[in-house]
Structure formats: C-alpha cells, structure tokens
C-alpha cells in the first residue's frame, strides 16, 4: 500500500499498477498510513528468522521461504506502466 498525500491521480494510476494506492486527504492520515506500513520491516524479520529456523530443522531453503509479496502482479504491473509511457 501506498500513501499518496496531496492527492494525485497520475500517482495513485502509477503506484496502483503495483500494489494499491490510497489517496489521503489530510496530513495526517498519510502520517497514519505510514506509521502502520512501517511495521512490514518487522513482518520481513519474522519471515526471515522462520525461514532461517524451518532451514535449520532440515527443509530447504526454497520450500521454507515465504514467495515474493508481488511475484505474481510484477510482470502485470511492468507491462502496464509501459505501456502508459510508451506511444503507441
């Protein structure tokens, strides 16, 4: 998710190619949004130490890591912003 403070169309079309983006309407609740979205850094950790332990007891890598948050929307994601900045 992405915060979006001032409000601006071509931002939200060009972040919601990607994951989804919000548009905010006051100061705070961008501050807000990105006060909550601060806690993926711990998501992130927690994944890695479970990854490393799941590992370590004997599964691999491949198998005990979680995918990619966006492994499947990237490519869709890619093809679209070029073709917005692409003519045609």
Same mark, same amino acid.
């Given at each position: 998710? %992405?915060?979006? @403070?001032?409000?601006?169309?071509?931002?939200?079309?060009?972040?919601? %190619? /990607?994951?989804?983006?919000?548009?905010?309407?006051s100061k705070k609740e961008c501050d /807000?949004?990105?006060?909550?979205?601060?806690?993926?850094?711990? @998501?992130?950790?927690?994944?890695?130490?479970?990854?490393s332990w799941l590992e370590e007891n004997?599964?691999?890598?491949?198998?005990?890591?979680?995918?990619?948050?966006?492994?499947?929307?990237?490519?869709d994601a890619q093809a679209r912003i070029?073709?917005?900045?692409?003519?045609?």
């Amino acid at each position: 998710m %992405t915060a979006i @403070y001032p409000p601006d169309m071509e931002v939200v079309a060009l972040f919601d %190619t /990607l994951a989804s983006a919000v548009q905010c309407t006051s100061k705070k609740e961008c501050d /807000l949004l990105a006060a909550a979205s601060a806690l993926m850094s711990t @998501y992130f950790s927690v994944m890695e130490i479970a990854t490393s332990w799941l590992e370590e007891n004997g599964l691999e890598r491949s198998k005990a890591r979680p995918p990619p948050l966006c492994s499947k929307t990237l490519p869709d994601a890619q093809a679209r912003i070029l073709a917005r900045a692409l003519p045609s």
